[in-house]
């Protein structure tokens, strides 16, 4: 493996972007009798930011715990807050979020 200088680290560290994290978790109306198709709607929402590039990387998950997923935009926490009250899924209290601010490298992807 290739050493890591202090200098390369400083270089990287500069070409950092801010962006926003949002963790996705059940709310309190997550067993309504119409949750499959509400998720549904919230899913189609989540491939329109995609294809907008607003919604960079985007991961349901699998296991069993309260976390349903988490995303990754390419907009400040204000404007993600904005669009994550909008999403079906948070209007009908199936998913409650949370929006933390991050710095990643531009063009870092999933293999």
Not at 64 to 76: A, H, K, M, Q
Request: glycine fraction near 8%; aromatic fraction near 8%; proline fraction near 5%.
């Amino acid at each position: 493996m290739e050493e890591i200088t202090d200098e390369y680290m400083l270089e990287m560290r500069a070409k950092t972007k801010q962006y926003t994290m949002m963790i996705l978790k059940d709310g309190p109306n997550s067993s309504v009798e119409d949750r499959d198709k509400i998720v549904w709607e919230h899913g189609r929402r989540n491939h329109s930011l995609r294809r907008d590039g607003v919604l960079s990387i985007v991961c349901p998950v699998l296991d069993e715990s309260e976390i349903r997923g988490f995303g990754i935009l390419y907009v400040d926490s204000e404007e993600t807050r904005r669009i994550m009250d909008q999403d079906p899924g948070v209007e009908a209290g199936v998913f409650v979020y949370e929006v933390h601010p991050v710095r990643s490298f531009p063009g870092d992807s999933l293999p």
